[in-house]
């Protein structure tokens, strides 16, 4: 069974200041992976997925993701934070045969940005 | 283009009761999908529909229902509701149940059971 693991609960960065959000999953093959953004009130927003090809991703809003094989990571980074990024983050991973479109979601990661 | 649509946005009932959320996907999507996102539990796939057929389903009891209309619309229905039902519950939208396919997310209809 595929799982996503967010080990940091709750991150605190200063405005301007890099970020890195971690994910590990676990599945066994390369499977589709997903950063989706969660604010107050709202639904989640995608940010960016990967499934092949350029281990580096970029996305919506500066963001970028890393895929790395040989650690089972999508790390999601950042490299100056916004007062505005203040939400929480959400790694999620997707079959890649059978299974439908179903996603398995990690705990998220909720980012505080102090002025 | 609209996005994913969820009616109603809040909602509170009391144990015992039943309870219908609606969802209207983005135009020109065939695939629904619903997920319940609690603060215990996090986020947890209920189930997803392709062209009126339920394709998939998650680990809920059967007291979680739904169905989709010929016009891609969603409903989830639950009944006997317990206080552990109280949650954010989340409809996506993709153009098909494709593995990979981007799943748009709507705001989402938080229930309250007291």
């Known amino acids: 069974a595929q799982s996503v693991t967010q080990p940091d609960i709750h991150i605190t960065v200063s405005e301007g200041a890099s970020l890195e959000l971690r994910c590990n999953y676990s599945?066994?093959?390369?499977?589709?992976l997903f950063w989706y953004v969660q604010s107050p009130g709202q639904g989640l927003q995608l940010l960016l997925k990967?499934?092949?090809?350029?281990?580096l991703v970029q996305g919506i809003k500066g963001f970028e993701a890393e895929f790395k094989r040989s650690q089972s990571s999508f790390n999601l980074r950042k490299p100056s934070v916004h007062w505005s990024d203040a939400a929480e983050y959400f790694c999620?991973?997707?079959?890649?045969?059978?299974?439908?479109?179903?996603?398995?979601f990690g705990t998220g990661t909720q980012l505080k940005v102090e002025l | 283009k609209a996005g994913v649509t969820q009616t109603p946005r809040y909602l509170i009932k009391t144990r015992g009761q039943q309870v219908t959320l609606s969802c209207s996907p983005i135009?020109?999507?065939?695939?629904v999908s619903w997920y319940q996102q609690t603060p215990g539990q996090g986020l947890q796939f209920l189930f997803e529909?392709?062209?009126?057929?339920?394709?998939n389903k998650g680990n809920f009891p059967g007291r979680f229902s739904g169905r989709q209309f010929s016009n891609s619309r969603s409903e989830m229905n639950v009944s006997t509701l317990e206080l552990g039902d109280s949650a954010l519950y989340l409809c996506?939208?993709?153009?098909?149940?494709?593995?990979?396919?981007?799943?748009?997310f709507g705001p989402g209809t938080r229930l309250l059971v007291l």
């Open positions: 996506a939208s993709s153009l098909s149940v494709a593995p990979g396919e981007t799943q748009y």
């Open positions: 599945y066994g093959a390369t499977p589709y």
């Open positions: 990967y499934f092949s090809g350029d281990t």
């Open positions: 999620a991973v997707g079959a890649v045969t059978g299974g439908g479109n179903k996603l398995t």
């Open positions: 135009s020109g999507h065939r695939s």
């Open positions: 529909y392709f062209s009126e057929t339920q394709r």
